[in-house]
């Protein structure tokens, strides 16, 4: 059973360029959330998707925008990169929401670069 | 405001020692979940333990216990006789149930662990 895949592992952009990173969740699960964590700091929230909509927003920019498929993986994108975008992302899967308890399964990440 | 701290950046023992891990959070509600997240170097955090708000009582879990104190709003993690696989970044979260009914983990800013063969 495969758990939370992403897309890719590494990446270098450089300023005012755009990326896209992909993440497959756990099979089973429905709901994908980011995260963007900086070097030396614990993860923070950028977005949660369920049933294809943005159900939850941290506080992020409207340069990071994100998109769920049908097959229940998701997309990140960030516009007009800054270098404090360099950060690794971190995609996790769950299932309801994440209203509960339901632990969260993170995958490896994506580590990207600004230059 | 919703927060979570972890007062140490770094602690180092030496293997079969054991080691407490502090967490405080901050929150207005009364219904959340306290989770323990393990990063090795390879990035992925992994699900350690999880408490919720009504719950008080204090469990082991194999070399993991944790100590939850609602009047001190306190979630500390214990590992007994460490092990050097035990090296990594902990993180403490905190699952917040939001009007919108969704949930999103406010993370600590990580405890990094070295344990020394």
């Known amino acids: 059973d495969a758990g939370v895949t992403q897309s890719p592992t590494h990446l270098i952009k450089t300023r005012g360029q755009q990326v896209t990173l992909r993440c497959s969740p756990k099979?089973?699960?429905?709901?994908v959330s980011w995260y963007q964590q900086a070097l030396g700091q614990g993860p923070q929230f950028i977005f949660q998707?369920?049933?294809?909509?943005?159900?939850q927003r941290g506080n992020f920019p409207d340069r990071f925008s994100g998109h769920q498929f049908p097959n229940y993986s998701s997309e990140l994108n960030v516009n007009a990169l800054l270098l404090g975008d360099s950060a690794l992302y971190l995609c996790?899967?769950?299932?309801?929401?994440?209203?509960?308890?339901?632990?969260?399964?993170f995958g490896s990440g994506t580590q990207l670069s600004v230059l | 405001a919703q927060k979570v701290t972890q007062a140490q950046t770094e602690i180092s023992v030496v293997e079969k020692e054991d080691v407490t891990l502090d967490c405080v959070y901050e929150?207005?509600?009364?219904?959340?979940?306290l989770f323990w997240y393990k990063q090795p170097p390879s990035g992925e955090l992994v699900f350690l333990i999880r408490?919720?708000?009504?719950?008080?009582q204090n469990e082991i879990s194999g070399r993991y216990s944790w100590n939850f104190q609602k009047s001190t709003s306190s979630f500390n993690f214990t590992i007994t006789a460490s092990q050097v696989v035990d090296s990594a970044v902990y993180f403490c979260?905190?699952?917040?149930?939001?009007?919108?009914?969704?949930?999103?983990?406010?993370f600590g800013q990580g405890t990094t662990l070295q344990v020394k063969p």
């Open positions: 996790a899967s769950s299932t309801g929401q994440g209203r509960f308890n339901e632990k969260l399964f």
């Open positions: 998707y369920y049933e294809e909509e943005e159900r």
């Open positions: 099979s089973g699960h429905d709901t």
């Open positions: 979260a905190l699952n917040l149930i939001l009007s919108s009914n969704t949930g999103k983990l406010i």
């Open positions: 408490r919720n708000s009504f719950d008080e």
């Open positions: 929150t207005r509600d009364t219904t959340y979940y």
